[in-house]
């Protein structure tokens, strides 16, 4: 039906995101595992950069799924821009060694909250 293929259309940039921040996530912890020369403490925090960055990536490909529009929407939404601003911010922090850069990442975590909360409550 037309309509399922429409669907499935809009749900794509999703899973071509997802797609994306995955295989950046991957690249980022092997950065991590084997370049990254920094203090136990920012190798810390990139390790967990990279597992909510995963937990991110797994959550926005789950939202393809998600039948309500408005939840899938404002779930992507919040997941996608969540995960950015609260792994980029920690990925800095952890590169560059200098908790300056850790500003946006509660906003970022609470972002990422609301897009899981928006698949629960819409």
Do not use: E
Request: include cysteine.
């Amino acid at each position: 039906s037309t309509q399922s293929t429409g669907n499935s259309q809009q749900a794509m940039w999703q899973v071509r995101l997802a797609g994306i921040s995955g295989a950046a996530s991957v690249g980022l912890g092997a950065i991590g595992a084997h370049k990254l020369k920094a203090d136990p403490k920012y190798l810390g925090i990139w390790k967990t950069s990279v597992q909510y960055h995963q937990f991110g990536t797994l959550a926005l490909l789950g939202c393809a799924a998600v039948p309500s529009a408005r939840a899938k929407l404002a779930g992507s939404i919040g997941i996608t821009v969540g995960t950015g601003l609260f792994c980029g911010s920690n990925y800095a922090v952890a590169y560059y060694q200098d908790s300056q850069y850790a500003k946006p990442a509660p906003a970022g975590g609470m972002v990422m909250m609301a897009g899981f909360a928006a698949l629960a409550l819409l």
